[in-house]
């Protein structure tokens, strides 16, 4: 039986929320280097075709106009181990009762669920496979440019829609990103991306994915 691929994969702590809740099912990953997708690009090398660029995967590569490159992050059926910010519990607990249903030294604890104020924690690119609570299979992988998101691909990104609560403004006059979950993603890249990183536009890696045992 042929052994299964696994890669690492960073995720914030809220989307790790968002995965352990199971409403997180898909990601968006920039494609690097950006491919030169252009109109006139695209008609030099007759992949233009009525507005739309031609995108296939062939062969496990993906070709988008003239992308040739395999998806860092594995294909359908591989898996990816979540890195989020850890640490192992040390001699500081100091509970004199037992079973007091605290850490116990030796433990690993996550940010995104026990954030317990000063202690001082690990970076998750430091986090080893060995410490990883969270296992992903990969089940497709596309490519498409950002602001082509779905509002179902914004929830299966793990976004909510919220109702704005400014109701003698529009929403364009004050910058809001809208009472829908693809604006609330839209917001979600800013926040990790850049104030500038959304209008960029940039071709990604979808990557849908399903949680299995760890």
């Known amino acids: 039986m042929p052994t299964i ?3 690492p994969i960073l995720f914030s702590g809220d ?6 809740a199971g409403a997180k099912t898909q990601t968006r990953r920039i494609i ?16 233009w075709i009525d507005g739309f660029t031609l995108s296939q995967q062939v062969d496990g590569a993906w070709q988008h106009g003239f992308i040739n490159a395999q998806c ?3 294909e359908p059926g591989n898996r990816l181990w979540v890195r989020e910010t850890w640490r ?10 037992a079973p ?43 490519v498409e440019q950002l602001q082509d998101i779905s509002e179902a691909d914004a929830i299966a990104e793990g976004c909510e829609a919220k109702p704005c609560d400014h109701k003698r403004q529009s929403c364009e006059d ?31 890696w979808v990557i849908e994915f399903k949680r299995v045992e760890v």
């Open 100 to 142: 007091c249903g605290c850490p116990k030294p030796g433990d690993i604890v996550y940010r995104a669920t026990q954030d317990d104020g000063d202690c001082k924690w690990r970076p998750s690119i430091h986090m080893q496979r060995a410490a990883c609570r969270i296992l992903l299979e990969i089940t497709d992988v596309r």
């Open 88 to 97: 192992k519990v040390g001699a500081e607990c100091g509970c004199s009762e």
């Open 174 to 204: 004050i910058g809001c990103y809208g009472p829908t979950a693809a604006g609330a993603f839209h917001w979600l890249w800013n926040q990790l991306n850049g104030p500038d990183s959304w209008n960029a536009n940039p071709w990604v």
């Open 32 to 47: 690097k280097p950006q491919p030169d997708v252009t109109e006139e690009r695209l008609r030099e090398l007759d992949a």
């Open 5 to 7: 691929k696994e890669r």
């Open 72 to 74: 860092p992050y594995g």
């Open 15 to 20: 989307m790790v929320c968002a995965l352990l």
